[in-house]
C-alpha cells in the first residue's frame, strides 16, 4: 500500500529535521559552539569579577596634623607618622606613594601640600582636588564604555552566529549540487519545500545558538551579581534574539540564493562574499559609530543591521515603544521579498551543474 | 504506459530535443540509447519534471503527468548523488519518508532492498565509505525505496561489474514483472542488446527509431544469412542473386536476394556436407543504431 504524499509542511520538516542531525552529529560544529559560548560566559564572568574586587588604596603618609583630610576617602590607604621628616623618608624609601604634610604658606590656600619621589600620581591629586558638583539630568542614560563594550558583544554575536550559519547552510546547498543528489531530491519534493526546510533547519539551530549564548550571558550576569546591568540589558537581549533569528532567515535566504550558483564547495566565497559584507557592515558601524545617533537610528531600520543596531538602541535608551515593532515589521517584509526571489534563484540554478551561474540566467531560469 | 509527445526543449540558442515522441510499455524494460549529448538525460529530466519541456507532453494512461504522479517515480540520475557522510540505510529510509513513507514503513524498505541488493552487511556505513560498485547499488536503491509506479534510470549499469549486472537486474526485471514500465539508458549496447524489450534510439535531440526490439531488428535486417557447413563452400560465388560478405572454406555471410535464393542456397549446402549453421544473420544494436545514427 502507498503511503500518501507529504504536505508541503511535512517535507519543510523532514529536510529540516535532515539538515539539523547533519549539523549536530558533525564535531566541528559541536567544538565551535562549545567554544563560543565558553568564550561568552567567560568573559562575562572574568569582567564581573574584576569590576568587583576593590582596588586597593594608593599608600600615603600623613601626619597627625593632615590626617583629616583623608580619612574619609577609601582611596588611600593611609600611614600615620609622627612628623614631617618621618612622612619624607617614607616617600623617599618607595613605601608610601606620597605623603601629605601641612603647609601653612600664605599662598596655598589648602593648608597642605604633597611631597612626591618625582611625580605627583595623578588619582592622588584628583582625589584631593575640588570638584564641581555635578547634577546628571539624564541618570538613567548608560555610561559611553558600557554602550561600546555591549555594542561590540551584540556585533559580535551576530558577525559570528550569522557568517556560521550562513557558510553551513551554503555548504550544505552546493553539497546537495555537487552530489547530484538535489536531482533525486527535486524529483520527490517541492523545489520550495527544499528550499524552505533548508532555512528553517539552518534558522532553528542559530536561533538555539543564540538562546543558549543569551541564557548564559543572563546567567553569567546573575552570577558575578551585575544585577543593575542585568537590568538594562534584558530586554535588549531578548529583542536582540528576535532580531537576529529573523534577520538570519533573511540572510539564510541569501546565502541559499548565492551557493546555489556554483558547483564546487571550492567556488562558495566567491559568491557568498557580498553576503558576508553584509554581515559586516553592522558590525563595523556599530564599533564606529555606537554614539552617533543618526546612524544607529538608521541602522536600526535597515534589515540587515537591525539585529544589532534596535537592542544598542533600547540598551542606549530613548526609542519609542512602537520603534523596534516597526523596524521587525520591515525585516519581516524584506525576508519575504528576499526568500520569493532567492527561492527563484535556486530553482533557475539547481540543476547547472557546470561552472557559475549568471544571477539574471539564473533569475530567468527559476521563473 | 508513458507516453512522450513531441517534446521540445532548447537551452539559450542550442535546441536539445526536437519533437522527441516515445512510448514506455508496462511491465517492459525500454533500453534508451543515444551517443553522448544525443539528449538522454535531458529527456529523464523532462519526464520526471526535474526540467520543464518548452512544448510537448508526457501522459500517462492517457492523462497528463500531475506533480503527484511524478512524485511516484523511481528516479537514478546519470551523475550518482547521495549524502557522502550519511549512512546508506539511513539515508534510504530519509528518501522514503519525502515519500510519504512512515519512519518504520521507510526503515523496514530500506533494509529490504540493501538485502535484495546485496549490500548485506553495508548498510550502517557511510556512503562515501562503500566502493564504487557498492555505492551504484546504494543509488540504484535510493530510486527504488518508494516502491515507484515508474522508473527511469539514467545509465544504471556503469561502473558495474558483470555479477553485480545481474543482480541490478533480476531486481529491474521483477519490478518490471509486477508491471512497472522502466525506462533505462546505456551506452553499453550489448547489455541493452540483452536486457530490453522495448528500444528508443535518439542523436542529436531526435528520436531515431523506437518499437520493440524483434521489430526493430527485423525491420534493420537486410536478408542476409550465415552458413556454416563441412564442405567447401567455393560454389557460392557463382550462385544467382548472391553476394558473399565473408568467406571462409565452409563458412560464409551473404546477402540474398530472395528467400527462395536463400533456400537454393541451403540446399546446394546439404547436398554437399553437414550443415552445422544455417540462420538469417539478425543484426546487432550497435550495427542498427551505427545505421539509424548514420541516416
Known amino acids: ?367 | 504506459m508513458l507516453t512522450l509527445s513531441n517534446i521540445n526543449r532548447s537551452f539559450g540558442t542550442r535546441q536539445a530535443l526536437t519533437d522527441v515522441s516515445f512510448t514506455i510499455q508496462d511491465a517492459r524494460m525500454t533500453g534508451f540509447v543515444g551517443g553522448n549529448g544525443a539528449g538522454k538525460t535531458t529527456t529523464m529530466r523532462i519526464i520526471l519534471g526535474v526540467l520543464s519541456a518548452d512544448s510537448g507532453t508526457v501522459t500517462k494512461n492517457g492523462n497528463e503527468l500531475s506533480a503527484a504522479d511524478r512524485r511516484s517515480f523511481g528516479y537514478m540520475p546519470e551523475e550518482r548523488g547521495l549524502y557522502p557522510k550519511m549512512k546508506v540505510e539511513e539515508q534510504l529510509s530519509y528518501l522514503a519518508r519525502l515519500h510519504g513513507y512512515s519512519k518504520s514503513a521507510a526503515t523496514k524498505n530500506a533494509k529490504a532492498l540493501i538485502e535484495e541488493l546485496g549490500l548485506g552487511e553495508r548498510g550502517g556505513d557511510t556512503v562515501e565509505s562503500l566502493s564504487l560498485g557498492n555505492q551504484q547499488r546504494a543509488q540504484i536503491a535510493a530510486a527504488l525505496v518508494h516502491q515507484p509506479d515508474v522508473l527511469i534510470l539514467d545509465e544504471p549499469f556503469s561502473g558495474l561489474d558483470p555479477m553485480a549486472v545481474d543482480v541490478v537486474l533480476n531486481v529491474l526485471k521483477e519490478r518490471a514483472n509486477q508491471g512497472v514500465p522502466v525506462l533505462f539508458s546505456s551506452h553499453q549496447l550489448d547489455v541493452v542488446e540483452r536486457l530490453c524489450d522495448d528500444l528508443v534510439i535518439i542523436a542529436g535531440g531526435q528520436i531515431r527509431a523506437s518499437g520493440s526490439r524483434e521489430e526493430l531488428q527485423d525491420s534493420h535486417s537486410t536478408n542476409r544469412y550465415e552458413l556454416d557447413h563441412t564442405g567447401d563452400a567455393g560454389w557460392i560465388r557463382e550462385m544467382p542473386g548472391v553476394s558473399v560478405i565473408e568467406f571462409d572454406s565452409g563458412y560464409a555471410l551473404f546477402d540474398a536476394d530472395t528467400d527462395a535464393t536463400a533456400q537454393a542456397v541451403l540446399n546446394r549446402a546439404i547436398s554437399g556436407g553437414t550443415v552445422r549453421t544455417f540462420a538469417p544473420k539478425r543484426p546487432t544494436l550497435a550495427q542498427i543504431f551505427r545505421e539509424v545514427v548514420a541516416a
Do not use: H
Request: aromatic share 8%.
Open chain 1, 1 to 367: 500500500m502507498k503511503p500518501a504524499a507529504p504536505t508541503l509542511a511535512q517535507s519543510v520538516w523532514l529536510i529540516a529535521e535532515r539538515e539539523i542531525t547533519a549539523r549536530i552529529r558533525s564535531k566541528a560544529f559541536l567544538i565551535s559552539t562549545g567554544v563560543l559560548c565558553a568564550l561568552i560566559l567567560g568573559s562575562i564572568l572574568v569582567s564581573g569579577f574584576m569590576s568587583q574586587s576593590e582596588p586597593s588604596g594608593t599608600a600615603v603618609a600623613v601626619t597627625s596634623a593632615t590626617e583629616s583630610y583623608v580619612k574619609d576617602s577609601k582611596a588611600f590607604d593611609v600611614t600615620v607618622v609622627d612628623s614631617v621628616d618621618a612622612a619624607k623618608k617614607l616617600v623617599t624609601d618607595g613605601d608610601v606613594e606620597a605623603a601629605l604634610v601641612p603647609d601653612d604658606s600664605a599662598t596655598n590656600p589648602l593648608g597642605f601640600k604633597l611631597l612626591v619621589d618625582t611625580d605627583a600620581p595623578s588619582e592622588i591629586v584628583s582625589a584631593l582636588s575640588v570638584s564641581p558638583p555635578v547634577d546628571a539630568l539624564n541618570p538613567d542614560a548608560a555610561p559611553w564604555l558600557l554602550i561600546y563594550f555591549v555594542s561590540i558583544a551584540f556585533g559580535i554575536i551576530f558577525m559570528i552566529s550569522a557568517s556560521t550559519f550562513g557558510t553551513v547552510i551554503a555548504q550544505s546547498v552546493v553539497e546537495e549540487k555537487q552530489t547530484r543528489i538535489v536531482e533525486i531530491l527535486m524529483s520527490a519534493v517541492p523545489v520550495r519545500a527544499m528550499l524552505t526546510g533548508k532555512i528553517v533547519g539552518n534558522s532553528i539551530l542559530a536561533f538555539a545558538q543564540i538562546a543558549v549564548i543569551a541564557a548564559l550571558s543572563v546567567m553569567g550576569l546573575t552570577i558575578t551579581g551585575q544585577t543593575e546591568l542585568l537590568d538594562a540589558l534584558g530586554a535588549p537581549i531578548v529583542w536582540f534574539v528576535i532580531f537576529f533569528t529573523l534577520g538570519f532567515v533573511l540572510l539564510a535566504a541569501m546565502y541559499a540564493a548565492a551557493a546555489s550558483m556554483v558547483s564546487r564547495v571550492e567556488d562558495i566565497g566567491s559568491v557568498t562574499t557580498p553576503v558576508m559584507m553584509l554581515i559586516m557592515i553592522p558590525y563595523v558601524l556599530v564599533i564606529a559609530f555606537n554614539d552617533n545617533d543618526l546612524v544607529m537610528t538608521i541602522m536600526s531600520y535597515v534589515p540587515f543591521s537591525a539585529a544589532v543596531g534596535m537592542p544598542v538602541r533600547l540598551f542606549i535608551g530613548g526609542v519609542e515603544w512602537w520603534e523596534p515593532l516597526l523596524s521587525l515589521l520591515i525585516l519581516v517584509l524584506s525576508t519575504t521579498g528576499v526568500i520569493a526571489i532567492g527561492s527563484r534563484i535556486y530553482r533557475g540554478s539547481l540543476l547547472r551543474t557546470s561552472g557559475k551561474v549568471k544571477l539574471s540566467e539564473a533569475l530567468a531560469a527559476g521563473k
